[in-house]
């Protein structure tokens, strides 16, 4: 039986937890960006981006920054970086690794005292960078014998030396030995990590008693690629990978004792197979190996081990453990990914990558998906059958979404009216018939409007079996216009002409009508598939007992409705309009209509013409007068 030792050090350290706790607390907001990558960790890197959450390296690459968020990484950031954020307007987020914040301090207020600053550390780590950019004088960067040994400062001044974080400490100590020996006047703060010096102690310990030893993390890690050294001058077969699928099998078949150790950049979850080698039977591995070979393309069973919002994990059967991200689960935005699966489900899943860069196998659902969805859509091309699914308006048209594969409907085919705002579709399903099927060149087209058109064709086919001339119907106003009403009448629609609306006059359609309406009328004539509709029912027609309220002779009431140069047209019903020219206005000669009466005028006067025949009717106020008068110059009659 093999013996595993795993570093109880190993992963993140507590700066590098505390700035992820931090950029995930800002992760669902918008406008948020870390100045530089976060962590060295390229996995973590990736992930916050396609979360929204981008890396960069210049205020000026933020587009809007006073309405964004900038995180500073937890190495830190120069002061004139600092500042020129703030100045930006942008909200500063500070992740800055509390230990790294105390050499700020040390490093400002010793140059401000006019000290030479010693900086033991890489000078192209950003956490160096950031650490020189608080300094008011010269600095000076050693990070190896030959630069300690050529070392040159001012001895009337003094020298206050501090270090890298995640330097290696035993190289600290002999560096700083070279430097004493050059008599400066010289105050050493050794601000190395006490975390980054237990891992690498611990490191050291375990190296020394394993045949072999594997250090994990990213390769563009400074403390990882440390421990790898310290770990290297212990034990030969050292090995540096940053995930599983790195590691070479056949080199550890032989070793009795294998130690595991981690850089302060690696997550938790890149640890979670070694410690479950380690717990269950990582040397039974070595001694019996049977991966699954994994191929891209392929689809795969899994059984989920772990689920977070944004991310599933799948046990395959292989090495590694395969990743569906949310991009890669769904197309659908901020799903969490916990109230769709469980840990214990089972479940396909398609090959991206069997290596995503970091030893795990990239899964897609989505795509998977969207395979029986093109199949989907191949069958409905081939049918000539409808299919539905969810819209969503794009430039030009809509993207119709059926199981995760997309179909694009131009705006000129997803109705048979012009549709002025596409928005009215999101999220609401749509049903088409596919017109244009080419995969290959991502080309599959949809149609609502002839399914649309051929609905209403046999809704209205339906309608003109049923109706004859004649038929009293009820429907509802679709459109109102100057010179009529569209009424649909449940599959067709029939037009109510502004001179059916009513046995009087109509002056505006859109003043009696409006859209929604329902309407009680009859059908007047069917000619093919246009149907003229009217509410002027024949036996409420006015004019049908016009002869006897209308006779000549007749005082009648009226109110003026219209005039006219040559006359005064007056309402004496809905219906029946009657002609009281100018010349019958008055005894008195007028010039127009106007001088003596106005419109809404109630006036009594006598019928002196009927034309049945033409529905016309005149009237005079002066006979009426002349007959007022008459009467009153005749001689009383004795009884």
């Known amino acids: 039986m093999k013996e595993v030792i795993l570093a109880k050090s190993a992963g993140f350290c507590f700066g590098v937890q505390r700035a992820m706790d931090t950029v995930y607390a800002e ?15 390229t996995e973590v890197v990736n992930e916050l981006e396609s979360k929204g959450v981008k890396a960069v390296n210049d205020i000026s690459e933020i587009p809007e920054p006073e309405k964004s968020t900038v995180i500073i990484r937890s190495h830190g950031v120069s002061k004139a970086v600092y500042e020129s954020i ?37 000078e192209k780590h950003p956490e160096v960078e950031g650490i020189m950019g608080w300094s008011e004088t010269p600095v000076h960067v050693v990070d190896t014998v030959e630069k300690a040994e050529k070392l040159k400062l001012d001895k009337s001044k003094n020298v206050r030396v501090v270090s890298q974080t995640t330097f290696n400490y035993k190289k600290f100590q002999d560096l700083v030995e070279i430097i004493k020996k050059k008599e400066y006047n010289i105050c050493i703060s050794n601000t190395i990590c006490n975390a980054t010096e237990e891992r690498q102690n611990e490191a050291r310990r375990i190296a020394r008693r394993a045949d072999a030893m594997i250090v994990i993390g990213d390769s563009s890690s400074s403390n990882t690629r440390k421990l790898y050294e310290i770990c290297k001058t212990e034990c030969q077969e050292t090995f540096y990978i940053q995930t599983l699928s790195g590691l070479e099998l056949d080199k550890l078949k032989s070793s009795d004792c294998i130690g595991i150790t981690a850089g302060a950049s690696t997550q938790t979850i890149s640890l979670r197979r070694f410690i479950l080698m380690s717990e269950e039977s990582f040397a039974q591995m070595l001694d019996n190996e049977e991966w699954k070979e994994i191929r891209t393309g392929e689809v795969v069973d899994g059984r989920v081990i772990a689920v977070k919002p944004d991310r599933i994990v799948l046990n395959i059967g292989g090495k590694s453990d395969g990743i569906i991200t949310r991009s890669e689960y769904t197309s659908a935005p901020d799903v969490d990914l916990t109230t769709v699966v469980s840990v214990g489900d089972e479940m396909k899943a398609k090959v991206l990558k069997s290596n995503d860069g970091e030893g795990q196998v990239a899964l897609t659902y989505r795509k998977l998906v969207a395979d029986n969805g093109n199949k989907k859509l191949e069958d409905a091309f081939n049918n000539q059958e409808p299919i539905t699914g969810v819209a969503k308006n794009i430039k030009g048209g809509l993207e119709v979404i059926v199981d995760e594969a997309r179909v694009f409907i131009p705006a000129s085919l997803i109705s048979d009216t012009f ?135 007749n005082v009648v009431k009226g109110t003026v409705a219209r005039m006219t140069d040559f006359g005064a047209f007056v309402q004496l019903e809905d219906g029946i309009d009657a002609l009281l020219h100018v010349s019958q206005i008055s005894r008195d000669r007028i010039e127009k209509p106007s001088d003596a009466l106005s419109i809404g005028q109630e006036i009594e006067a006598k019928v002196v013409d009927l034309n049945e025949a033409d529905k016309k009717i005149s009237l005079s106020i002066k006979a009426l007068l002349n007959d007022n008068e008459a009467q009153e110059e005749a001689p009383a009659t004795e009884e």
Not at 27 to 39: E, L, M
Not at 101 to 119: F, N, P, R, T, Y
């Open 419 to 553: 549709v002025k705002d596409l928005s009215v579709y999101n999220g609401k399903e749509v049903t088409f018939v596919i017109t244009e099927y080419d995969p290959k060149n991502r080309k599959i087209i949809g149609d609502c409007k002839q399914l649309i058109v051929a609905a209403k064709k046999a809704a209205a086919e339906a309608v003109l079996s049923k109706i004859k001339e004649g038929d009293t119907i009820e429907g509802t106003v679709k459109n109102v216009t100057d010179f009529g009403a569209f009424i649909d009448l449940g599959g067709v629609d029939g037009l109510l002409h502004i001179s059916e609306m009513s046995w009087g006059r109509t002056e505006n359609p859109k003043k009696v009508y409006k859209i929604g309406d329902s309407v009680k009328c009859f059908i007047k004539e069917i000619n093919g598939d246009k149907i003229a509709l009217s509410v002027k029912y024949p036996d409420l027609n006015p004019w049908n007992n016009a002869a006897e309220k209308y006779a000549v002779g």
């Open 27 to 41: 992760a669902d907001k918008k406008n948020v960006y870390t100045y530089g990558p976060i962590i060295h960790n």
């Open 86 to 122: 703030k100045n930006s307007g942008a909200k500063i987020v500070d992740a800055t690794c509390p230990f790294v914040l105390k050499i700020h301090k040390i490093v400002k207020d010793a140059s401000a005292e006019g000290d030479q600053i010693v900086i033991i550390g890489n």
